[in-house]
């Protein structure tokens, strides 16, 4: 069983960075890939971007390519969302995500096992 929780959300301005975490515990952080998702108010749930074991591949929905990175670092059990030009739409209750499968760019359509309880991102305009 795996835990995540996710830190870093706030209120930012349009433009402006931030940098999310979500730190996991109760498994071997290696052995899971490791996503990120966002719930806008009003919209379904989203794919942001995925990462697999190693962090050899990363993969992103359309709406953040380019402006958002997601790395991770096995030795410290995170997994980090660089968030660069934040815009108004990037508003969201942004959730990481682990699972034992890679699926490639699947991986944006897949249940996955296990959830954070979520941390909100505010982006004014």
């Known amino acids: 069983q795996v835990q995540l929780e996710e830190s870093g959300g706030g209120l930012v301005q349009a433009g402006d960075s931030l940098r999310l975490s979500c730190a996991a515990s109760g498994g071997t952080f290696r052995t899971y890939v490791m996503g990120w998702f966002r719930q806008g108010p009003g919209k379904e749930r989203e794919f942001v971007a995925a990462?697999?074991?190693?962090?050899?591949?990363?993969y992103y929905g359309d709406s953040v390519k380019g402006r958002f990175t997601i790395s991770r670092d096995n030795a410290k059990n995170t997994v980090y969302l660089q968030m660069n030009s934040l815009k108004p739409e990037d508003t969201a209750v942004y959730y990481c995500?682990?699972?034992?499968?890679?699926?490639?760019?699947?991986?944006?359509?897949?249940?996955?096992?296990?959830w954070g309880q979520g941390t909100q991102v505010t982006v004014s305009s």
């Open positions: 995500a682990a699972d034992s499968r890679f699926r490639g760019q699947a991986m944006a359509v897949m249940q996955w096992d296990y």
């Open positions: 990462i697999s074991f190693t962090g050899s591949s990363t």
